[in-house]
């Protein structure tokens, strides 16, 4: 039995909820293509994301461990797949379109620098003078600029829902320097599928950095314990005595916990609502949230990985490490952009020597960062031919 695309649109017509993107319905893309023959339009775009040189890159790149520290450290990639699979889950039991969701999880971090966020903020704090960086506004620059699979225009060419999925401000300047302004009246609202992948997001690396952080050594369970979501996951449970099987059934029970929170809160919510065609993000942010009980514990779970492994003294002095290489190498290529490869020098001459700089260093992974850095600057390379 074959299943054409139309029949995969007619099954979504019948069963997704009012309030999600049908993909038969799709405002297109920039520029005009002929629709696959078995897949929708959003699955089309999914492809198109998996096989970006800029998703291979992830799995080189840190999410909390800088890749190299551990093989059991989740990184870049592996946080995207996480991230992909509880939006499905999510979009599934919310009767949302699934492959919008799941598009959009896996483009998240394309943009992503080298170094998590210590090189982000290293790169926002150098091309301060273009606009700073910021790895969302990246991950588009990626998909419709950086790209460059296509004979006939840069990036992939996705649909306009996803574009706007990826963007977390509907800014018409912003639409216009990435040259999506010619979309006109094409271009999509809100969506929901949208805002459960940042929800997504936001659940899986507060379960998942709290996982790594056990794994670590760098937290320990006895200063976890009375954290809020913690209670509010186990509820009284008694977990296992071995530590691994601990740490594995507690952040299975978090995560596990703060999803069904969202699914039910949720759909209470968007269903009490009605017609939400017209919302914009603000609105759709105030309906698809998690409960206050759970987003309060939430907030503390944050504060507390910030202040106890994030800004653990071992950790600090690797963001400071990363952020030296990132700078060294970002000044070295501005002075001297004769040193940048072929295709970045006629991009410095293009767009100027900041933004094809930026966009350079934001593609290294961790290692070829650090391979570079020694490169340039170890005194046992000076000899070295490009």
């Known amino acids: 039995m074959v299943v054409p695309r139309e029949h995969l649109e007619a099954r979504e017509r019948r069963e997704l909820a009012p309030y999600a993107v049908l993909s038969g319905a799709s405002a297109g893309r920039l520029y005009p293509e002929e629709p696959s023959r078995y897949r929708t ?3 089309k775009d999914r492809d198109r994301v998996v096989h970006t040189t800029a998703f291979r890159r992830l799995e080189y ?19 995207t797949l996480e991230v992909a699979q509880v939006s499905k889950a999510v979009a ?23 170094f998590g966020h210590a090189g982000e903020r290293t790169l926002n704090r150098l091309a301060e003078p273009i606009g700073g960086f910021e790895h969302n506004r990246q991950s588009l620059r990626v998909v419709t600029h950086l790209e460059q699979r296509y004979e006939g225009f840069n990036g992939l060419n996705l649909t306009l829902e996803t574009l706007r999925g990826l963007m977390k401000h509907d800014e018409a300047g912003e639409r216009a320097a990435l040259g999506l302004a010619d979309a006109g009246d094409r271009w999509p609202p809100a969506s ?30 006895g200063e976890i314990h ?30 596990g916990a703060c999803v069904e929170d969202v699914i039910v809160t949720a759909s209470t919510r968007l269903d009490a609502a009605g017609d939400i065609a017209d919302s914009d993000e603000q ?14 514990a939430g907030v503390n779970l944050k504060d507390f990985l910030h202040q106890a492994l994030y800004q ?13 290489i990132i700078e060294r190498l970002f000044e070295s290529f501005v002075q001297e952009p004769a040193s940048l490869p072929e295709r970045w020098q006629v991009a410095a001459e293009r767009d100027g020597v900041l ?16 391979e570079e850095h020694r490169r340039l600057f170890d005194p046992s390379n000076v000899m070295t031919v490009r």
Not at 92 to 114: F, I, K, Q, S, Y
Not at 192 to 221: K, Q
Not at 312 to 324: F, I
Not at 355 to 370: E, H, I, N, P, W
């Open 92 to 114: 599934r039991a919310l009767g949302l379109n699934e492959d919008l969701a799941e598009t959009l999880a896996l483009a998240h971090d394309l943009g992503h620098p080298p």
């Open 192 to 221: 929901v599928e949208a805002r459960i992948v940042n929800l997504a997001d936001e659940l899986t690396y507060n379960a998942h950095d709290l996982d790594d952080g056990l794994r670590s050594g760098l937290l320990d369970f």
């Open 355 to 370: 933004r094809a700089v930026t966009d350079y260093l934001a593609g290294f992974t961790d290692r070829f960062a650090v």
């Open 41 to 43: 339009a959003f699955q």
């Open 312 to 324: 653990h003294p071992r950790q600090v002095r690797t963001s400071r490490a990363a952020a030296d």
């Open 283 to 296: 609105a759709i942010d105030r309906l698809v949230q998690p409960s206050r009980p759970f987003a309060e």
């Open 61 to 79: 790149k840190t999410q909390v461990f800088v890749n190299g520290e551990g093989d059991h450290y989740r990184t870049r990639l592996t946080h």
């Open 226 to 255: 009375d954290l809020p979501l913690v209670q509010l996951a186990i509820a009284g449970q008694r977990l296992p005595d071995n530590p691994e099987l601990r740490r594995h059934e507690l952040v299975r029970e978090i995560l």
